[in-house]
Each structure stands twice: as structure tokens, then as C-alpha cells.
């Protein structure tokens, strides 16, 4: 009987024991190439300017217990976070307003296509010149950078909301402004969260491609002056650093559709018989 | 995204109501719908009338693409008039508005609010005061049994559940007529059986105005007072039958002779309107 059983377990595949599933198996590769790294630094088999894990590790302990980290991190990410803030609220609110109101979205439209493929870091000088080369020039660059996936995101989530549920809105008599509020917004919200993920990603490259450029504080300025001096541990140590920033940022947005999108998320196959 | 909730009313042509000894709660006057499909001019509705008295269940049957759910979208006004005019309760429709309720066989629930939130909703755009709001919710959520999943989100509900919750929204609406377009029709046959029963109970308890429109005879014997049937496109008035069983009705209300007798003749009347849309339609 047992044989039986075994027999039976063989072929039927089993989702939940199968190796991709298991949780953690993400991290397998990863890890198998830093060990791979580690060991090839131990036996110096690595070039001057790639260097070992353990010595990033410690370069990097070192600069965050001398406080040197923080200062440039909290520089960065001041620019960064109102970067992201304004040019993604922007880009939400007019795109929301374009997938409400047709005169808007044709005023929008064709600037987007005109403008989103042009990389903003290409007139950066000119934009130096216009706002000088403090924190409102580099923060001008993300503002602009970043409308333009969270407003087409916005857009297309406001122009898919279903008719029936804005039939229902009406019938049950919502004002325009109701209707946009409660149900236009709520129901757009999947594809402005997508908006705001690309943003936010764009919003760290940004960060560090403009400090790259001109900067007197901030994580790309660490990364340029260690790249000058070759202390590569430390433009690793920098970069590490900006990895782990964006790693928490882009999971606490995820926590937060997961929250806010309690009921959308769901499964539609959840339901009961 | 709302041009198409907007109704063009034309000036009424002189449609004088003959004196009645009693004003029907809707009157639909020679209503005209026409539209352009692949360039081809298409009428959905030529010259339709219909007169619904208070506290009337009627069901509307009829070939597929005949214009019965279209006619109960230009009353719910969400699809433009092109001529002819709807009046209820004396007053002309234009738009759509709160006293005239939409039930969807999509059910059309927000996903992103609890049932207790979809029930509630059109409460608050209603602006009752919190306390009655609650109230009000609660009794209609005992009213269709789903008092227990006030918390659940729509996604988590079967569809017979979800078109219970579109129900007591419907309800808290608390319109003067109540517009079912095909609101079974994405339902099992069981479910749709149970949701029928329970239709016809709450119904009872209301005794609302309804115009239902169905592709199920079966449906519309069990729920109407009166049946209508429509001819193929453009949509008229091919039959209009009184349905006189007794309520509440049960489900057993099926076997009997009577009911049969009605179905044969729905049948009969459909067949010949589903034979002529299939034979114009046939190169």
C-alpha cells in the first residue's frame, strides 16, 4: 500500500515541494555568485578595481559608524523624496484629470510623446543654467523625469475605469467630483502604483546621475570622488548603500498597495461555491 | 469617458397623455433608437411604447440584439434618445438619475469597498445621516442573508453573492423603479434558481416597480406580472402577456398546468421572432 502511495506522490506534481517554489530559492544564485566574489578576493584573482565583498562590507561599517553615510544618504535622499513627490503627484493628478476630461488629454498627449523619450540628463546644462547647480536643479530634472510614467500611468488607469461602474455612480446620482474621488481614483489606483514604481526607480537613477554631473554632497558625489581617487571600496560601499535605500523604498511602496489595494488584489477565483 | 451618459431630450412632439383613470407610473412614447455599426445604419428601436403601472413586475423577453436591454439603458439614461419621449411618475427622463435603478448582470460592485461598503455607498451620495445609513445597510444586508460578510470584499464572493450585494445596493438606492438588465444571466443554473426565489420573496416584501429584462422565459413566467415579448430588431411590442398565478409564488409553481401553458406560448411567440432574426440576418 505504501508503495502504492509512493507511486501515486510520483505523478502527481507537486507544486508546493518543487524547487523554484520553495521560499528563499530567490536567493540561491545571488548568494552562490557572492560567495563565488568573496572567494575569488580571497585568492586575489580579482582586478584592482573589483573588490571583495568583506573589504566593501567593512569600508562600508566603517563609513556608516563615522556618520559620513548618513549625512550623504539623507542629502541624496532629500532631493530624491521631492523629486519623486512633486513630479509623481504632478504626473498623477493631470493624468487622472486627462483620462477624466478629453480637452486635457489632448492638450497632454502629444507633448508626452514628444517630450517623455527625450532623456532629460541630456539638458541637464541647460537646466544647471536656468536653476543653478544647487538641489532645486537636480530636484527640476526628477520632477520632470518622473511626471511622465506616473502621468501615463495615471491616464490609462483613468481611462479604463469600467462603464458600468461609473453608470452606477450616476444613477445613484454622484456629482462629477464624487464620481472622480470615489470612484475614478480608487479604481485607477492599480496602474498609479505602477506609475510610482517606475518613478521611484527613476528617482534613485536620477539621484545619482545628477550628482555625478555637479554635486558637493550626496551619495553620486561619493561615488565620483572615490572613483577619482581609486577607492573603489568606496564608490562600492556607495553604491551598496543607494541598493539597500532603493530596496526599502520600493518594498514599503509595495506594502502599501498591498494595503491599499486590499480588495483589488484579491484572487477572483477566492470566492466561496 | 462620460460622453455616453449623456441624453440629447428632444422637444416633445405634442405626446397629449389620454386621460386614464390612473396616470401609469412610466409611459414610453414612440422611442427611437438608431445607430451606426461598421457604417451600416441600424435600428435598435422604431417607434416603441410601453406603459408601466405602479407596482408592476414586468418582464421584457426577446431575441438577442432585438434593443430590450438598449431600451433599458435610454431609460436608465445612459444611452442617448434619438426620438420619442420616456416619462415617469410625470416627469420626463433625461440623464440618468437616482429614480431609476440600474441592477447590472455584471453586478458593477466596487472591489475596492466591503460589501457593507457597496451597500452603503449609495447612501452616502445620498447624503443620509450616518446613523440612519447604518441602519439601513445592515437591514438590507439581513434582507438578502449576507450579514456575515459585511467585511468580505467583493472578490472573495461567488457571483450569486455579488449579485445579492448589487441587490441591497440597488435597494438602499431606494429608486421608483427598479431596471434589471439580464441580472442572472452570468449565474449558474442553480444560482440562478436560488436568486430568483429570493428575487420573488424580496419582491413581495417591496412590491416595487420593476422592468426586467431576460432571455429566460422560464424567468419571467416565475418572476413577472406581466411578460412582454419582443419582436426581432427594430425592437416593438410583439406580445404583451398577463401572467396570473398566485403569489408568493414557490418553485413548484413551475409544474403546474398553467405555467406550461404560458411557456408554450412564450415559446411559440419567440420562436417566430428568433426564426425571422435569423433568416434577415442569413446572407
Known amino acids: 500500500m505504501t508503495g502504492q502511495t509512493a507511486a501515486l506522490a510520483e505523478t502527481m506534481p507537486e507544486p508546493k515541494t518543487a524547487f523554484a517554489e520553495r521560499r528563499g530559492a530567490g536567493w540561491l544564485i545571488p548568494l552562490a555568485v557572492l560567495l563565488a566574489w568573496e572567494l575569488c578576493g580571497q585568492f586575489g584573482m580579482l582586478p584592482r578595481y573589483i573588490v571583495a565583498p568583506s573589504r ?43 483620462g477624466v476630461f478629453a480637452p486635457i488629454s489632448r492638450f497632454y498627449e502629444p507633448l508626452v510623446s514628444l517630450i517623455y523619450p527625450v532623456p532629460k540628463v541630456a539638458i541637464l546644462p541647460l537646466i544647471f543654467v536656468w536653476f543653478g547647480l544647487g538641489d532645486l536643479s537636480k530636484i527640476v530634472v526628477m520632477t520632470i523625469s518622473i511626471f511622465f510614467p506616473t502621468y501615463i500611468a495615471a491616464y490609462h488607469g483613468a481611462k479604463s475605469v469600467q462603464k458600468i461602474h461609473i453608470w452606477t455612480a450616476l444613477n445613484a446620482g454622484a456629482t462629477r467630483a464624487r464620481l472622480i474621488r470615489q470612484v475614478v481614483i480608487p479604481s485607477a489606483l492599480p496602474d498609479i502604483f505602477n506609475g ?60 502599501l498597495r498591498g494595503y491599499l489595494l486590499v480588495g483589488q488584489l484579491m484572487s477572483k477565483d477566492s470566492g466561496h461555491g | 469617458m462620460t460622453e455616453s451618459a449623456q441624453v440629447q431630450p428632444k422637444t416633445s412632439a405634442g405626446a397629449e397623455a389620454p386621460q386614464t383613470a390612473r396616470e401609469p407610473l412610466l409611459r414610453v412614447d414612440s422611442l427611437v433608437k438608431t445607430f451606426v455599426r461598421k457604417g451600416v445604419r441600424v435600428t435598435a428601436l422604431d417607434g416603441f411604447n410601453l406603459t408601466v403601472d405602479e407596482g408592476e413586475f414586468v418582464a421584457i423577453v426577446g431575441p438577442s440584439g432585438c434593443g430590450k436591454s438598449t431600451f433599458l439603458h435610454m ?27 440600474m441592477l447590472f448582470q455584471e453586478y458593477a460592485l466596487y472591489p475596492w469597498r466591503t460589501v457593507l461598503g457597496n451597500v452603503l455607498w449609495p447612501l452616502e451620495v445620498q447624503n443620509i445621516p450616518p446613523a440612519q445609513r447604518n441602519t439601513t445597510a445592515e437591514r438590507l444586508l439581513t434582507l438578502v442573508g449576507l450579514t456575515h460578510f459585511r467585511n468580505h470584499y467583493p472578490n472573495e464572493l461567488s457571483g450569486g453573492m455579488k449579485q445579492r450585494v448589487a441587490l441591497a445596493r440597488l435597494l438602499a438606492l431606494n429608486p421608483q423603479i427598479l431596471l434589471m438588465d439580464e441580472p442572472f444571466g452570468a449565474l449558474d443554473a442553480q444560482n440562478r434558481e436560488l436568486l430568483q426565489e429570493e428575487l420573488e420573496r424580496i419582491w413581495n416584501t417591496s412590491r416595487k416597480t420593476v422592468l426586467f429584462v431576460t432571455h429566460d422565459i422560464d424567468e419571467s413566467i416565475y418572476l413577472a406580472d406581466r411578460v412582454i415579448v419582443f419582436t426581432a430588431r427594430p425592437g416593438r411590442i410583439k406580445a404583451d402577456i398577463r401572467i396570473d398565478l398566485p403569489r408568493p409564488r414557490a418553485m413548484e ?21 428568433v426564426l425571422r432574426a435569423r433568416s434577415e440576418h442569413a446572407p
Open chain 1, 56 to 98: 566593501i562590507g567593512a569600508t562600508w561599517w566603517g563609513m556608516l559608524v563615522s556618520g559620513e553615510l548618513t549625512g550623504h544618504a539623507a542629502s541624496s535622499l532629500f532631493r530624491q523624496s521631492l523629486g519623486l513627490l512633486i513630479g509623481a503627484s504632478c504626473g498623477t493628478i493631470v493624468g487622472v484629470l486627462a
Open chain 1, 196 to 255: 510610482w514604481r517606475i518613478g521611484l526607480a527613476l528617482s534613485f537613477v536620477l539621484m545619482v546621475t545628477t550628482e555625478l554631473v555637479v554635486s558637493t554632497k550626496g551619495l553620486g558625489y561619493v561615488i565620483a570622488r572615490a572613483e577619482e581617487n581609486l577607492r573603489f571600496d568606496r564608490m562600492y560601499a556607495a553604491i551598496l548603500t543607494i541598493a539597500i535605500l532603493g530596496f526599502c523604498a520600493d518594498r514599503l511602496l509595495l506594502k
Open chain 2, 75 to 101: 431609460l436608465g439614461g445612459f444611452e442617448s434618445v434619438d426620438g420619442g419621449t420616456m416619462t415617469l411618475n410625470g416627469r420626463r427622463v433625461a440623464g440618468p438619475g437616482p429614480d431609476r435603478g
Open chain 2, 253 to 273: 409553481i413551475k409544474k403546474s398546468a398553467q405555467y406550461i401553458e404560458y411557456r408554450n406560448r412564450i415559446w411559440d411567440l419567440l420562436r417566430e421572432e
